[in-house]
C-alpha cells in the first residue's frame, strides 16, 4: 500500500516537477478537517499509485512553501502538472472530488 509522499521546503521543487500529476496537501496537526481528510489522501496514495504522486505538507514544519503559495486556510489541496498549479481544492471534501481532479490530469 502506497504512503502519501512527505513534502518539504527542502524537496518541494523537485517532486512537483514530476511527469505524473501531484497533489499536494496542505495540513496541519491542529486541523480538525485536515484529520478528516487525511484518510481520503492516504487511499488516494493507493490508488493512483503509479499514475500520480499524494503528498503532504505540514504547514507548520515547512512554512516556506506554504508562504509561497499563500495558504491561509486548511486543509488546502493543489495538483500541479508540469510544475504548474492546474487545480485547487480549499477545504475538505469527498474523496470523489479529489478523485475527478486527479482524473481529469492522468490522461
Known amino acids: 500500500m502506497s504512503k502519501p509522499v512527505e513534502i518539504t521546503d ?9 511527469d505524473q500529476p501531484v497533489l499536494v496537501d ?4 491542529w486541523c ?9 489522501v ?7 499509485d503509479g ?10 514544519a515547512n512554512p516556506e512553501v506554504s508562504a ?4 491561509r486556510s486548511i486543509p488546502t489541496l493543489l495538483v500541479f502538472k508540469n510544475g504548474e498549479i492546474v487545480d485547487k481544492q480549499i477545504g475538505a471534501v469527498p ?12 490522461a
Open 68 to 71: 509561497k503559495f499563500g495558504i
Open 32 to 40: 480538525g478537517p485536515c484529520k478528516m481528510i487525511g484518510p481520503v
Open 42 to 48: 492516504e487511499e488516494l496514495a493507493s490508488d493512483y
Open 95 to 106: 474523496k470523489s472530488v479529489l478523485s475527478q481532479k486527479l482524473d481529469a490530469q492522468v
Open 10 to 18: 527542502n524537496n518541494f521543487n523537485e517532486i512537483i516537477n514530476s
Open 26 to 29: 496542505f495540513w496541519a496537526e
Open 51 to 60: 499514475k500520480a504522486v499524494i503528498g503532504k505538507v505540514d504547514v507548520d
